[in-house]
């Protein structure tokens, strides 16, 4: 069973460097999936971030206003989501989850982790 577990500060300030880290357990993100940091906040519904693949490749949302990055450690089974410069846009439940096609169908996910950005 693939389990997924977001973790990291739940407030942030303007203009500072949001960083989340994504735990997984079950399965070896160097495997063949898609491993992706999405958010949902009621003003803009379920929006992705980015991924990361399983050769290390990157790919991200053109339209975010605050700069994403997305990096691994596999000696750790994780992968971390930084957002430069945040706004309070960026306010919103990020949740990092899986999939074995990019941007399709997620057959795993994290539970979610409650970010706001406020000073």
Sequence with gaps: QVQL???GPGLVKPSQTLSLTCTVSGGSITSGYYWTWIRQSPEKGLEWIGHIGASGKTVYNPTLKSPAS???????????LQLNSVIPED?????????RVAQATYDY?????????SS
């Design 5 to 7: 577990q977001e973790s």
């Design 70 to 80: 997305i990096s691994r450690d596999t000696s750790k089974n994780q992968f971390t």
């Design 91 to 99: 306010t919103a439940v990020y949740y990092c989850a899986r999939s």
């Design 109 to 117: 996910w994290g539970q979610g982790t409650q970010v706001t950005v």
